[in-house]
C-alpha cells in the first residue's frame, strides 16, 4: 500500500484535517514539486505521527 494511501485511511480514522498530521501533509503536497525528497519525509512524518496517536 502506498504510503499516501496509508496514511488516508488512518488519518480519517484518528485524526482531524487540521491536526499535525494533516498540516504536514499539506506542506508535503505544496512543496512537491519543489523538493519531492522533503515532501516524502514529511508523508513519512505524518503516518509517524498517526501510528502514535492511534
Known amino acids: 500500500m502506498s504510503l499516501v494511501a496509508r496514511f488516508w ?3 480519517q480514522r484518528v485524526a482531524p484535517a487540521d491536526g499535525v ?10 512543496g512537491a514539486g519543489r ?8 508523508r513519512r512524518a505524518a503516518c509517524a505521527y498517526l501510528s502514535v496517536v492511534r
Open 9 to 11: 485511511s488512518l488519518s
Open 21 to 30: 498530521a494533516g498540516q504536514l501533509m499539506e506542506r508535503a503536497q505544496a
Open 35 to 42: 523538493n519531492p525528497q522533503q515532501a516524502q519525509e514529511l
